[in-house]
């Protein structure tokens, strides 16, 4: 509950947000979703999942999906490098009060960066399928804020899915 | 102060403490720290005995000062026993909670055993000692209330056993069960101060079962015309004696049988003594057995089944001892001898003489069974017993002269020859003896005879006097105490028995948060060794010693890990007990007659698998009587037996735990299921479920929202519903089927893991991703080209083995994994309950132990996937579930 509404008065009043490429685009989520950032960890695959469900990794000791960025926002498929990693992130609880974490491989990991209310501006009609919060101008490009639980739903995982 | 000593002390006090004010309850108290005493001396267990007795002491001077002040004319302080007791002892009532909560969960045992069969008399007897020592627990802290209670039951059961109507009885005895559990949880929970249970409503529901039942037996004679007792806690009921039916007594045959068995009971006992030094004279134990035989003979025809049962029981120890099945033990000769002298009495009681007591017979006859069995016989299982009985006649008494009431203590003469100090043969010279010289006017005793014939020396007759001295009933059962300690037997016998109490007994209570992170680690600990093992580096290594350590590590983490999941396993035998008075209950409400048969209560199983199926269990055994069971008159109608029988069996099947609930009911109906689900949506409109098989049909009931009241009358759910039944079920990573046969009836089977965490499995491989697959699935593995493949008649690949076809199916195309070489590899033969096929796999890595991890629940379920588990590399494995494998793979056999 609590980071649900972190996450929105994030969104709303602005605060401190993860920037991360996915080449050549950039995007950001709340720095409060996020667990923590690893390397590219050796994926095991899992059958028949949707296509943007990469598959499973060993988080210590703790079994976790990851989750394709690219695939999912419909980008062209693109190689791991030495800078790729995966962002773990929590969502929302279950019922049972447990969050599971889901990795997102992203391309690289750019900055934490501190945007403003007034800054944000709403996307575009009917882009990107309702899972881009606002659009945010750099110096350098534009920065587009996820909204993870919306992606995640549409990839077909999220508690929301499965009690 | 010596045991013996204390005895002596002890019975002096007797008659004083009739004169006391609570005196009894203090000697009780008293006497039942002696038993504990005397019970720890036959473990050895010295220390313990000096702190006993020195409290027995205690409690003994207290009762002397008290006596001497009332000899002094003086009045008593008023003391309140009861406050004391209560407070001064916390570790008391801790014991008497366990004690409580232990009785009443035997007593409820025997209650359900009792209500399949009322006659067993050995149940009720225990049921009634049960009941009792509760009742004497209490007593000792001075809980009033439930004393009563218990004396109440007490009663009741005894007003049950004569007047031969057990039934009415269960009800009130399981209310009875249920108040002491409920009073057993609140002094757990709140001490001894909490107030006990509301029993009013108990002891009507006691009370009454008693309305319709035979009239209370007489109190005994030896109540020489008191007034009536003053308060519950004296017992109005009297020991019952052996009944002989009276048509006997008119038969003109019975007066011959009477002259007959006297004179081959008067040569038993010489032969049986005889017998003892003289194993192996055939003649001698065949003599002996056809006494018993021929008695048990008439006394049949004369209906006299007292004697026939007795009889019986001692002539078939006899009987194996004559064809050696049973190897002689000389306490066979002392269950012989009582036996006979129980015969004896029963048979002079035919002749006027006082009958036995009832409960003697039934030790005898319960310890000759033990006998039989090859059991150790019971000696000093009769203590408490034999202690709380002498006291229960001292209640009686209390108002009389203790002393003089007593039985006829043992002849010096038996008492002699049983001891072994002195032959048969000579006893009964030594009597002829006696009454010659009676008749010359010298009247001798016995005993003073014996010593002048030189026969026994003064000190073994004093020796073997000595119990009989202070004659009072309480002495003489003490006096078996000190016997009895000094038999090293038997003091064995005691150790053993309390050896096993003690198994049971000495249990710690564990937190299981604890023990489930502890059992957690463990798992850890057995992956992470994997992964030092595994580690390249050391591997390149060469060091025997360092090799030696590490399969040393090996070795002890595989142990710790068996231990540590054997402390989460437990039996279905409570979850099962549970069950059991749940149909009773259940049955009474639903006015159907059931009787449930249960199989495999020591199947052993993870803690957690119990917990989480005792709530689906009791669903689905309600259902089953509710809806699955006809009514009697319904299911005579259509030729079934009037009581139905609701199966509940578990047991161990292909590394997974199986519950069957079975009941031979009406079945399910396939027209009024798709009906149902039609009704309710759950099918499309139009269809008429023909195209469904049987198997989907059955598991529509499954189905959210298909239940309902009652219009569907074979199966229906409760609002907790058959859903919540199967996703809990699921949840477990288990699997529920249901099978039926219209007017047969239904089994649910539920298939559970072994343990939720960790399994045992292959590990094999598909291009570069590893699987595995519980090796219990797994019947065998060969190459492709070892057998003959085939096509069948869908087009699919089918491979023949030892002359089944089988389909083959590749794990590659199942988990979109590029393979090697689909026609090489390495088949596995695959079996579950319904499915068997081949699966290709590229090659067979190895076997290990993995601890099965979830998925995450924000996945999709994934038909084929049971779980991840963290190989030696830190890379995860997907554990396969075959049968769905199996499933998921016949649509997409035209691959």
Known sequence: ?163 | MNLSAALAELAASCKLAAEIPDGLKLLRSAANRLAKAARKLGEEDLAADADLLASVDGELEELLAKAALLAAGERLPRTSVTATAVSEDDALVDMLVVSMSDAAGNAEELLLALDADPGDANNLAELRRIVHTVKGEAGVLGLDATQVVCHEAEEMIDRAVDGGNVRPIIDPMLGVVDYLRRYAEALRAHGAAVPPPASQDLRDRIKQSSRGGSVPAAPKAQDRGRAAPPEPQTRATGERRVQLTSDALVDETLQDFIDESRQHLESIEADLLEFESKPDDEELLNRIFRTFHTIKGVAGFLNLTPIVRLTHTTETLLDRLRQATLTFQSVHVDLVLTSADLTSKMIESLAGGEAPFERDVERAERRLEQALRGERVDELGALPTVVNEALDKLELTSGGDIVASVPTPARIGELLVRNGVVSADRIEDALKLQRERAQAGQNLRLGDLLVELGVVSRDELERTLGGRRAASPVTSALQAVVDVEEAAEVAEAVTKANRRKAQVDATIKVSTLRLDALVDMVGELVIAQQMVLQDPALRSVKSTTLARNLSQVNKITRDLQEASMSLRMVTFRSTFQKVSRLVRDVAQKAGKKVELVVGGADTEVDRNVVERISDPLVHLIRNAIDHGLEPPDRRLEVGKPEVGQVDLRAYHASGAIVVEVRDDGRGLDRTKIVAKALEKGLLPTGTNGDELTEEEVFNLIFEPGFSTAAAVTDISGRGVGMDVVRKNIEAMRGRIEIQSKPGRGTTFLLRLPLTLAIIDGMVVRVGTQRFVIPTLAIEESFQPSARKAHWGADGGPLVDVRGTLLPIRHLSRLVDEPSDDEMGGVMVLMSTGSTRFCLQVDEIVGQQQVVIKNLGSNLPKMQGVAGGAIMGDGRVALILDVEGLAKGSQTSVSY
């Open chain 1, 1 to 163: 509950m609590n980071q649900e509404l972190a996450r929105r008065g994030a969104t709303e009043q602005g605060g401190k947000y993860l920037v991360f490429a996915l080449e050549p685009n950039q995007y950001a989520v709340p720095i409060q979703s996020v667990r923590e950032i690893i390397a590219m960890h050796d994926i095991t695959p899992l059958p028949r999942m949707p296509h943007c469900v990469r598959g499973v990794i060993n988080l210590r000791g703790r079994i976790i999906p990851v989750a394709d960025l690219r695939r999912s926002l419909g980008m062209s498929e693109r190689d791991a490098t030495n800078v790729s990693c995966i962002i773990v992130t929590e969502t929302e609880a279950d019922e049972d009060g447990t969050v599971t974490p889901i990795g997102c491989i992203v391309d690289s990991v750019c900055e934490v960066r501190e945007i403003g209310r007034d800054t944000i501006q709403s996307p575009p009609q009917g882009s990107e399928g309702g899972y881009v919060d606002g659009l945010v101008r750099t110096d350098e490009t534009v920065v587009a804020l996820l909204q993870l639980e919306t992606l995640f739903a549409s990839m077909g995982i999220g508690s929301q899915n499965f009690g």
